[in-house]
């Protein structure tokens, strides 16, 4: 994952805020930091079993090391240097640090629940690939912290593989009409104040694209059965490949 949605957050804040800011797009901006400092801290997660599939996968290694503790170590490391600052620290919002810990938790306990299958000798490929891994984060994540935040993994509608990722209507709408629109200025973030359920939410979608390790599953040929067992979607370079969606309930 190489690009920088906290930068990018910066060019999209300063176009929306024209002029004096009023109260309430102040705070648009701190739940836009917060959501953008999850969508960090997963991508680093992620970027950690990416970074380790071939260890993961090796049959002749036991033990691997990727303990919880290991995994979140790495990516508090990979955000500090993409974020300037640690996810965590004094004073900070008790809101924010709540759910920056819960998406902390969430990480050391995938990670451990997996540890026997990451570990078993004798198997090659076992499937913990960073989009299962992300998945099963978001998901823990939703058991410790859903009636305040949700994260997930989705993409546009055609590229879907797993069932449980499928764009809601409102993303299915903003990934078809901005994030894949042709005008839609190459990852930039989409974020606004809306409703889910019956519920007011500042919902935010960080768009991410495929780099040259996404298409040996996700390029062409299309239809061909990539290690994983799935077809494969035909995507190329830099095409949208996923967005990461952030609700946050206020
Ligand atoms: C080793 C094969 C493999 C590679 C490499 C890979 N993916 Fe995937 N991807 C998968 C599998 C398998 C799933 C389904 C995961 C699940 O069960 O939730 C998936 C799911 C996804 C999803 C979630 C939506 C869905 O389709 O279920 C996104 C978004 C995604 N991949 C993007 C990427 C991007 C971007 C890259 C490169 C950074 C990448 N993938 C690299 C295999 C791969």
Known sequence: MSFKPVSLAIIFTIAFLTGAPTK???SQEAE?????????????????????????????????GLTGKEVLARATKAFVEKTGAPPLSDGMDAREADLISALMASITEVMD????????E????????????????NETFLSKAGDRAEIKVTAPMSLVRNRKSRPDAWEDQVIT???????????????????TGDREA???????????GCLACHGSPAGEVDVT?????????????????????P
């Open 122 to 137: 004798g198997i090659a490929f076992k499937g913990f690939v960073p989009a299962v891994f992300g998945r099963l984060v």
């Open 202 to 212: 500042f919902r935010v979608m960080v768009p991410e694209y495929y780099t040259e």
């Open 229 to 249: 067992g799935y077809p494969k979607e035909g995507g190329a370079l830099g095409d949208l490949g996923g967005v990461i969606s952030i609700t946050l309930y």
């Open 32 to 64: 836009l930091d917060l959501a953008l400092r999850l969508a960090v801290l997963l991508q680093s997660a992620r970027a950690v079993i990416g970074a380790e599939q071939a260890l993961i996968n090796d049959p002749a290694i036991g033990d691997k």
């Open 24 to 26: 309430a797009e102040v």
């Open 113 to 120: 629940a997996n540890a026997a299958s990451i570990n078993r």
């Open 177 to 195: 009409e901005y994030l894949l629109s042709p005008e839609w200025q190459k990852g930039a973030v989409y974020s606004s104040l809306t409703e």
